[in-house]
T-cell receptor, first 115, second 113 residues
Framework: GQQLNQSPQSMFIQEGEDVSMNCTSSSIFNTWLWYKQDPGEGPVLLIALYKAGELTSNGRLTAQFGITRKDSFLNISASIPSDVGIYFCAGQLRAGGTSYGKLTFGQGTILTVHP | DVKVTQSSRYLVKRTGEKVFLECVQDMDHENMFWYRQDPGLGLRLIYFSYDVKMKEKGDIPEGYSVSREKKERFSLILESASTNQTSMYLC????????????FGEGSWLTVV
């Protein structure tokens, strides 16, 4: 199955720094999703994007759905220690005539924040 | 809030054993999924189900089977566990409708020795 190209694979930053990560695909998606996974837990949805060009914020998080529909980025401002975890992007196509849209995940970005 | 519960958080099984991973969701979702997560590979879809007794292969179904006898429960079965099936397994569910997103359980860590 196809996977998205997510970068960077890992980041080591100081508390207070801003963070940026992105995903690119050779395919067009109708929806982009960003998930965070805390150590030992399942992924939790952070932001969902449904329209090309859409820019959405959730607290210190901002994500954008690329105009080409083939990419998305996630920014975290003023990072704090609890931002530590793995961040996944996921692209979703809405299957015609059905409610199931297959999710394709990126490889994940491991974020470490030093106090 | 959606709750997706995986019955076992940590399992250690021997090669050749039959393994059952159980998943229950409490939101009456039609769609349920099993993924495995491995470092550097992200999440890969094993099987999914869009209705009771219905199942479809995902990207990596080999070595696995599934069962969906009730709407709220989706089981992943390893008929004969092998060491390359050591992984984190994630169950997820999703309601009907194009705008609905997937919700994940906490994960089951399986080690096959």
């Amino acid at each position: 199955g196809q996977q998205l190209n997510q970068s960077p694979q890992s980041m080591f930053i100081q508390e207070g720094e801003d963070v940026s990560m992105n995903c690119t695909s050779s395919s067009i998606f109708n929806t982009w999703l960003w998930y965070k996974q805390d150590p030992g837990e399942g992924p939790v949805l952070l932001i969902a994007l449904y329209k090309a060009g859409e820019l959405t914020s959730n607290g210190r998080l901002t994500a954008q759905f690329g105009i080409t529909r083939k990419d998305s980025f996630l920014n975290i401002s003023a990072s704090i220690p609890s931002d530590v975890g793995i961040y996944f992007c996921a692209g979703q196509l809405r299957a015609g005539g059905t409610s199931y849209g297959k999710l394709t995940f990126g490889q994940g970005t491991i974020l470490t924040v030093h106090p | 809030d959606v709750k997706v519960t995986q019955s076992s958080r940590y399992l250690v099984k021997r090669t050749g054993e039959k393994v059952f991973l159980e998943c229950v969701q409490d939101m009456d979702h039609e769609n349920m999924f099993w993924y495995r997560q491995d470092p550097g590979l992200g999440l890969r879809l094993i099987y999914f189900s869009y209705d009771v007794k219905m199942k479809e292969k995902g990207d990596i179904p080999e070595g696995y089977s599934v069962s969906r006898e009730k709407k709220e429960r989706f089981s992943l079965i390893l008929e004969s566990a092998s060491t390359n099936q050591t992984s984190m397994y994630l169950c997820a569910s999703r309601g009907q409708g194009a705008g609905n997103t997937i919700y994940f359980g906490e994960g089951s860590w399986l080690t096959v020795v």
